[in-house]
């Protein structure tokens, strides 16, 4: 439960929901939360709109931010990675496009943890096939990059801005009459 975390004056989950028993027994003292998460994965987002109406009916503040898919330009590797420059990005790009990796609208047609997009930027693309930039799951640049635009289950910065204003606004906020004194 929240027993331990009363102290909060808010509250940031991403990517993920909470246990749905757990906010329904603390939703009276729950802090203000932003829930900011991708909804192609559904599943987490079901319980994430549920968090947000049990909490919304006990009358907690709470914001949900959505992370969408992200289009893929000829510059998203080069403004994103500082190893990665405008003619590298150009080409991850094109070998994308050429492979069907990349739709009209340049979004992803598959989920980059379970396509061939390693093995056709490895082929095209020198500095990768060289070593220079870094392709391995879950750890390089490029794959965290594609898992983000593709918008499934990852970390993004889509409205950083507006969940960092949250947050701040309810910190600096005077306490809150739930909160236990010092």
């Given at each position: 439960?929240?027993e ?7 509250a940031a ?20 939360a ?10 987490t987002a ?15 503040t709470v914001?949900?931010l959505?992370?969408?898919p992200?289009a893929?330009?000829d510059?998203?590797?080069h ?7 405008q003619?590298?990005s150009?080409?991850?790009v ?8 990349l739709?009209?609208?340049g979004?992803l047609?598959q989920?980059?943890?379970m396509s ?5 930027l490895?082929?095209?693309?020198s ?9 391995a ?9 594609l ?5 499934q ?7 950083a ?15 809150r009459?739930d909160?236990?004194?010092?």
């Open positions: 439960g929240l331990g975390y009363r102290w909060l004056k808010a989950v991403q990517i993920m929901a909470l246990p749905p028993d757990m906010v329904e027994a603390a939703a009276e003292r729950f802090p203000p932003v829930f900011w998460h991708m909804p192609r994965d559904s599943w079901g319980i994430v709109g549920n968090n947000v109406d049990t909490l919304k009916r006990a009358g907690r914001v949900e959505l992370c969408e992200m893929i330009g510059d998203f590797f403004q994103r990675m500082d190893e990665v420059d003619g590298t150009q080409g991850m094109e070998t994308l496009r050429h492979h069907g990796l739709d009209d609208a979004l047609t989920d980059p943890r061939g997009w390693r093995a056709a490895q082929r095209n693309v500095r990768i096939a060289s070593g220079e930039i870094g392709l799951a879950d750890r390089s640049g490029v794959s965290e990059l898992n983000a635009a593709f918008a289950h990852e970390f993004c910065d889509a409205h801005d507006a969940a960092l204003d949250f947050l701040l606004r309810h910190a600096l906020a005077p306490p009459a909160t236990p004194a010092g």
